[in-house]
């Protein structure tokens, strides 16, 4: 696995104070299962604006579920959800609450989210154009400033096919970007990557989470989730079975479970 200059990574300081923001995304007692197979347990978790946060966790503990239900690409059994300030039971389902959360929210996918037949270019602009309905020269705009945010202004013109997969990640991520979100989704995003790729990813979501753009990270680079966020949930068959900053996560373990946890993966890494 990849070694980060920790040193580095800290350039940006992207952890101020947030205790002072208003909470952005509430989640209350959300559960969800696949036939016998409970998979969220009731699930809390309330996100301040500009909050930048990890979730971590061993495999089928429904971290991915979890992010995926914000945006209700995965509908939970129960619970609530409140964004800003709309509010949803999950269990009386309101399009128009659903159509606006995912208008305010965007989301980085573990196999890298493009189009095949379209360039580096129009994969960024589609999103704007389609959906938010701009025109194609302030969607050109936008889309080249993202672009040269994520280092991929020599690539407009590029077909996905002559890309790399860091590459391929990072026009995911200046799609993503272009629509201007409020609430930032990575799901694994340097999962699929070969390892000597994982870095020039992972710089670009430093830069995303030090903007102050509020982002929830779902990763197995224990080092990279300590230098970037501000909080680290570790969830735990299928609830949240620790809440800290990252030095109360990764330097005092609050329970014998979660010290097992981060001794598995770094002997893993």
């Known amino acids: 696995m990849l070694q ?15 205790g002072h923001q208003p909470v952005m995304l509430e989640l209350k007692d959300l559960k969800l299962s696949y036939g016998n197979t409970q998979i969220l347990n009731g699930v809390d978790l309330s996100v301040r604006r500009g909050d930048v946060l990890s979730i971590i966790g061993p495999s089928g503990t429904g971290k991915t579920t979890l992010l995926k239900c914000i945006n209700y690409l995965v509908k939970p059994a129960s619970g609530t959800i409140t964004f800003d300030k709309i509010r949803m039971d999950y269990q009386r389902v309101d399009k128009a609450a659903i159509q606006a959360i ?95 790729l994982v870095g020039e990813v992972l710089k670009v979501i430093k830069d995303v989470a030090s903007s102050g753009i509020t982002s929830l990270l779902v990763t197995h680079e224990m080092q990279f989730a300590k230098s970037i966020s501000n909080r680290i949930i570790f969830m735990d068959k299928g609830v949240v079975a620790a809440d800290g900053s990252p030095t109360e996560i990764f330097d005092t373990p609050s329970s014998p479970r979660l010290a097992q946890f981060l001794n598995s993966e770094h002997s893993h890494h």
């Open 4 to 18: 980060l200059d920790t040193a580095r990574l800290t350039e940006f300081d992207s952890t101020p104070a947030r």
């Open 102 to 196: 995912r208008c305010r929210t965007a989301m980085v996918f573990q196999q890298f989210n493009v189009f095949k037949n379209m360039t580096v270019l129009q994969n960024v602009m589609d999103p704007l154009v389609v959906v938010q309905r701009k025109s194609k020269d302030e969607a050109r705009k936008i889309a080249l400033q993202e672009l040269e945010r994520v280092g991929l202004s020599e690539k407009i013109d590029s077909y996905p096919s002559q890309l790399s997969g860091g590459q391929l990640q990072r026009t995911g991520i200046a799609r993503a970007l272009a629509v201007r979100p409020d609430v930032m989704l990575f799901d694994e995003p340097t999962s699929s990557l070969d390892p000597e």
